[in-house]
């Protein structure tokens, strides 16, 4: 049974209370200031957007809440905000708010130098920006005219009170409660993280024995350079979903990214799962050791419904960390499809990153 806890009231109560602070500093610099927010993927960036909006703070005249793959796709989404000619200042001091999630998935400098000026811009014409981003936005205007947010994770009280929820359904665990608190506190109270823990959980049909080691256990000499955690010992995802292409859409992203190592692993390659969630830019670690040398390949995996293309952002992150580490390539593969933009990107650099989209997933899923 699958819990789409992200939706609840148990859970936007919990984020309300444990994101009090932003969502106040959010509120307080309503007639002053845009806001940058910053955090690593999974944070609670949308989440803490959202509740922002839903709480509809008393004084804006209108909230749009647009995401930054979908104003990437369609600039004429910013029009509205647009500086013209023909506008007229907001004379009656209530703006209007626009809400960008995820800006750092907008490449198109064009597009980017228009948010740029409405920084610049937006008080003089009666409106306000809010933009959240996963890493620090390059040009120095955007910091200049907009106030920072770092988001961290959330507190252990708010961390066992989300694992809490999910109490009941874990009746075949009852024994090891207390071990899996401990993983979900692991998790750096990373809210996407300890959701798709738990659904990976409550999604098992069969009690297994779980392995994990706590990080904490693991000495600097012992550590391999990525950690395998959170790996329930289960029937395989492959045979689970019966090597059905289709039943990719169902899986949580952590499933996604085991069904991705299954799959280099029926291939002869060694795979390790990153940590989750602070992995800096590589899900999978895929070893193929041969007479020629060992090839070391950093894959990306992305979960995302069949209509939201992967952007060149992914790419170019990969990219950049396979370079820093010196891996030998990079892959990506994604339940959707790419961009134009990241397919010429990878067209550059062949030889070092190849892209996978789903119908190449689906070949790769019925040929063993």
């Keep these: ?9 148990e859970f936007k109560t919990i984020i309300l209370q444990n994101r009090a602070r932003e969502i106040h500093e959010l509120s307080q610099q309503r007639f002053w200031g845009h806001v940058i ?16 909006r839903d709480k509809n703070p008393v004084g804006y005249l209108g909230i749009t809440f647009l995401r930054g793959h979908e104003v990437e796709l369609n600039e004429s989404l910013l029009a509205p905000f647009l500086i013209s000619k023909l506008r ?24 980017r130098e ?16 809010i933009l959240s981003a996963r890493k620090q ?34 009746g075949q665990y009852a024994e090891q409660l207390p071990h899996l608190r401990q993983m979900a506190l ?26 994990y080691q706590s990080p904490v256990l693991i000495t600097e000499s012992d550590r391999p350079g990525i950690i395998t955690d959170l790996r329930l010992i289960n029937q395989r995802i492959l045979d689970r979903i019966g090597r059905k292409p289709e039943a990719v859409r169902h899986l949580t992203p952590r499933q996604f990214e085991e069904l991705v190592a299954e799959l280099y692993e029926e291939r002869g390659y060694q795979v390790r799962l990153t940590q989750q969630t602070r992995d800096g830019g590589k899900d999978l ?41 010196r891996a030998t390539a990079g892959l990506v593969v994604t339940s959707s499809y790419f961009s134009p933009d990241a397919k010429v990107y990878q067209s550059k650099l062949q030889h070092q990153l190849s892209l996978i989209d789903f119908v190449k997933l689906s070949s790769m899923m019925e040929q063993l």
């Design 88 to 111: 007229r200042p907001n004379m009656n001091g209530f703006p209007e708010l626009l809400i960008i999630d995820d800006f750092d998935q907008i490449m198109s400098k064009s597009i």
């Design 186 to 211: 692991d998790l750096n109270g990373n809210p996407l993280a300890i959701l798709d823990f738990i659904h990976l959980l409550t999604e098992v049909e069969q009690k297994k024995p779980i392995i």
């Design 114 to 129: 228009k948010v740029a000026t409405m920084l610049q811009e937006g008080r003089k014409w009666g409106y306000r920006v």
């Design 1 to 9: 049974m699958k819990f789409d806890i992200a939706d609840s009231d």
């Design 37 to 52: 927010v910053y955090g690593e993927p999974g944070i609670g960036k949308t989440a803490l957007l959202e509740a922002f």
């Design 285 to 325: 670690i895929i070893m193929n050791r041969s007479d020629i040398g060992d090839f070391m390949i950093y894959a990306e995996c992305k979960h995302y419904a069949p209509d939201r293309p992967v952007g060149v952002s992914v790419v170019n992150e990969l990219f950049g960390r396979l370079n820093a580490d």
């Design 137 to 170: 936005i390059n040009e120095k205007v955007f910091e200049q005219y907009a106030s920072v947010i770092h988001l961290g994770g959330l507190n252990e009280k708010d961390t066992l009170m989300l694992f809490e929820l999910f109490e009941e359904q874990l």
